[in-house]
């Protein structure tokens, strides 16, 4: 069944449709609230390199990872990054609350928009079972929840296709009625994606399919002004900051995308042919959002793929491929970009609830089929229950993991900053530049020079990292025309930067512990390395988590 509105009497026929919503809504979004509390103040490290070039753009220093540097487009998400400057420049954002609560809003935002979009295609009742149920597991799944919550620009994203789900559905809905306002919000909405994150340009191509298969109930004429001014208002926002970052960052592409491992065309191979890495990465995302039926989402993009070519009702068919080209698309994204250290399928945010509605939108579009009896509502709702609470074991694990052992908290790198500063302070260094990985916390807090020895904001180690130059080369680069004066380096970092077993790196830099490292030329005539690390010692209990968390709920406008 898939009855036009108010066409068939439901139990909540009658209800007000914002009464409707909440209801579907608020349950799934109170979940995500007790969820999103178990990681306590916890941001990731990264959150704070967006955080530091939103401030210096809305304090005037420019869009640069400190006062002073060249500029170097050392993030990724500039919409998100825009966003916090605002916030910033209205003297609204405080790191130790802001990102939460922006994030919880934008996912509330998000979850209204994904009912509103299956409200659009499915009768009232049905898009409360199939909605609410969808949502409540993504609300309960680790790998959704940790990310939105993160500081980084994951519930922004989410927001989007939300969105463009909505305007997509609703084109289908309703055809020619909508004529340009739709496919004007679409582009903005499709704009918006490509600008928070980069893979995130390939939704564009959503917005047109769900115009292309209204076409056959519609004139082609219809079509084609739709498609272009879709067209429009997607390419004059994405080009416009196209050509600001070529003027102001001198270059066609983010400096991240030199710094880190990109697409490559084995990796497009893997995808094509199901094999290898692909089909690896392919499974541990369907394990992760339904770890009792790992195959369960193959299955479900087979059964859409198969859907939209066999059922006779073309509208439903329509409705099926857009739901499902969501997943399609969020799935190949986390499939062709690099393994991603972060853990917990950072890139795989958007498969997570449209997977859920995909499911639920099948069960009852070809499996629940007829009307809506009351063995049937029982049969879905059984469904979903079944679903959250054979599932629950192992997102409980999940969680219970990942917030004993938070990967790389911004408070953690911060209180670094807070006992490099004091060091510097201490022997009497005035102007220190220190190399390091982990940059958020440095930038918001160090009063060095940040050197990024993982070349996010360094044009020019983000250079060696492209070419694939050897460690070697970029020990060269580091201590032949770097010289920083403080380093800090481990695990991985040791090796990937050169300067684990190089002997200019031990003959030039004092060994202080625990991967730090001072330039012997940097010490003061009366301070040597000895007495340098004593000094390190001694500080080293000097400054901790509170003193980084009350310094970041300082970090605001102006200061």
């Keep these: 069944m898939d009855s036009q509105f108010g ?11 914002s009464i409707v919503l909440a209801g579907t809504v608020l349950p799934a979004f109170f979940v995500f609230l007790w969820h999103g509390s178990c990681y306590g103040t916890w941001l990731i490290d990264d959150a704070g390199i967006s955080f530091a070039y939103a401030h210096n753009l809305a304090s005037g220093a420019g869009w640069v990872s400190q006062p002073g540097r060249d500029p170097v487009e050392g993030f990724s998400n500039p919409l998100w990054t825009l966003l916090v400057a605002l916030l910033y420049a209205l003297r609204l954002f405080s790191i130790s609350l802001t990102p939460k609560f922006v994030s919880c809003l934008l996912v509330a935002g998000s979850f209204v928009m994904f009912a509103a ?14 909605t609410g149920s969808s949502l409540l597991l993504a609300a309960a799944n680790p790998g959704f929840v940790i990310w939105c919550v993160s500081g980084l620009e994951n519930p922004l994203l989410t927001f989007l296709a939300a969105g463009l789900l909505f305007v997509s559905a609703s084109v289908l809905q309703d055809g020619e009625r909508l004529r340009k ?36 109930r519609t004139s082609m004429r219809y079509f084609r002004g739709g498609l272009m001014v879709y067209s429009v208002y997607f390419a004059v926002p994405v080009l416009s900051y196209l050509i600001f ?4 960052f001198h270059d066609w592409l983010p400096n991240t995308y030199y710094a880190k491992p990109g697409v490559t065309l084995d990796g497009l191979f893997e995808v094509a042919s199901l094999s290898g890495r692909g089909a690896a990465k392919a499974a541990d995302l369907s394990s992760a959002i339904c770890p009792v039926l790992p195959v369960l989402t193959p299955v479900l993009l087979l059964a859409a793929a198969v859907s ?13 491929a857009v739901l499902g080209s969501f997943v399609a698309l969020a799935f190949l994204t986390y499939i062709v970009l690099p393994q991603d250290w972060m853990g917990e399928y950072r890139f795989g945010t958007i498969a997570f609830p449209t997977s859920y509605l995909l499911g639920f939108y099948l069960l009852r579009q070809i499996v629940v089929r007829g009307p809506l009896t009351f063995s049937k509502r029982a049969s879905l709702i059984g469904v979903g229950l079944a679903g959250l609470i054979s599932s629950s074991p192992a997102f ?4 219970n993991l990942f917030a004993a052992h938070p990967q790389t908290p911004l ?3 911060a209180t670094s900053a807070l006992k490099y500063n004091a060091f510097a302070d201490e022997i009497g260094l005035e102007h220190p530049t220190l190399l390091l990985p982990d940059l958020g916390g440095t930038l918001l807090l160090s009063r060095a020079r940040a050197i990024d020895v993982a070349g996010l904001c360094d044009r020019d180690v983000a250079a060696i990292y492209h070419e694939r130059q050897p460690p070697a080369m970029l020990a060269a680069y580091i201590l032949d025309h770097v010289k920083p004066d403080l380093i800090h380096i481990h695990d991985y970092w040791s ?11 031990r003959m030039e830099y004092a060994d202080l512990g625990d991967g730090d490292y001072i330039r012997r030329a940097s010490l003061p005539a009366e301070i040597n390395a000895e007495d340098a690390r004593m000094i390190k010692a001694r500080l080293s209990d000097g400054s901790t988590r509170a003193d980084a968390h009350f310094q970041l709920s300082q970090f605001k406008f102006g200061s």
């Design 495 to 505: 090796y990937r930067s050169g300067l684990s077993g190089n002997p200019k790196f």
């Design 396 to 399: 409980v694990q999940r969680e």
């Design 117 to 130: 979009a299956i409200r659009r295609i499915m009768d009232q009742f049905e898009a409360v079972l199939v």
């Design 245 to 248: 970052r070529r003027i102001y």
């Design 411 to 413: 408070e953690d790198v």
């Design 308 to 320: 939209t070519v066999l059922l006779p009702d073309r509208q439903v068919a329509g409705r099926i």
């Design 181 to 216: 306002r739709a496919c004007l919000i679409g582009g903005l909405l499709a704009a918006g994606l490509a600008l928070t994150r980069p893979d995130a340009l390939i939704y564009a191509i959503v917005f047109p399919l769900a115009l292309a298969w209204n076409t056959a």
């Design 7 to 17: 066409a068939d009497r439901t139990p909540m026929s009658g209800l007000r449709p």
